[in-house]
């Protein structure tokens, strides 16, 4: 069974073009979509509304750094800090060219900072390479969801 890509975006433009690209990429991968900081976390650690999703971690978590309720950096700073989480491969896919913001995703453990291009195909381009690389190409740490499943 494939793991889930999940996308954590609350800009409703950014959203749409983002499954555009993650579908003309062909992935056989479902994509969860969610709004915001909070519900990623409740996602990811399978509580509240989410409490009966399936067991296991998504392949990638594409992140957006401005979000309502809990930012990308505080996601990305508690996925960091759960052992059942951090081997997750997260990439912060934000418009945010800032200095602080690339430095501070950095220093808490992400895998990747890609900031959205402008033009409509080289966006629809690196969303379909990030979605390759991190969902097929990529390979996850050994054992890590028999590690994970133990700290359950």
């Given at each position: 069974?494939?793991?889930?890509?999940?996308?954590?975006?609350?800009?409703?433009?950014?959203?749409?073009?983002?499954?555009?690209?993650?579908?003309?990429?062909?992935?056989?991968?479902?994509?969860?979509?969610?709004?915001?900081?909070?519900?990623?976390?409740?996602?990811l650690r399978r509580n509240?509304?989410?409490?009966?999703?399936?067991?296991?971690?998504?392949?990638?978590?594409?992140?957006?750094?401005?979000?309502?309720?809990?930012?990308?950096?505080?996601?990305?700073?508690?996925?960091?800090?759960?052992?059942?989480?951090?081997?997750?491969?997260?990439?912060?896919?934000?418009?945010?060219?800032?200095?602080?913001?690339?430095?501070?995703?950095?220093?808490?453990?992400?895998?990747?900072?890609?900031?959205?291009?402008?033009?409509?195909?080289?966006?629809?381009?690196?969303?379909?390479?990030?979605?390759?690389?991190?969902?097929?190409?990529?390979?996850?740490?050994?054992?890590?969801?028999?590690?994970?499943?133990?700290?359950?």
């Amino acid at each position: 069974m494939l793991k889930p890509i999940l996308l954590v975006e609350d800009d409703k433009r950014d959203l749409e073009l983002t499954l555009i690209a993650l579908e003309r990429s062909q992935l056989a991968n479902d994509v969860v979509v969610l709004r915001d900081g909070a519900q990623a976390l409740e996602y990811l650690r399978r509580n509240g509304e989410h409490a009966d999703r399936a067991e296991g971690n998504p392949a990638v978590i594409l992140l957006d750094l401005k979000l309502p309720k809990v930012t990308g950096l505080e996601v990305l700073k508690e996925v960091r800090g759960d052992p059942v989480l951090r081997s997750i491969p997260v990439v912060m896919l934000t418009s945010s060219q800032e200095e602080t913001d690339v430095l501070r995703s950095y220093e808490l453990g992400v895998n990747a900072y890609v900031v959205k291009p402008v033009a409509f195909d080289r966006f629809v381009a690196a969303i379909a390479d990030l979605g390759v690389f991190w969902a097929v190409l990529n390979e996850p740490p050994p054992g890590s969801l028999k590690a994970a499943r133990k700290l359950e």
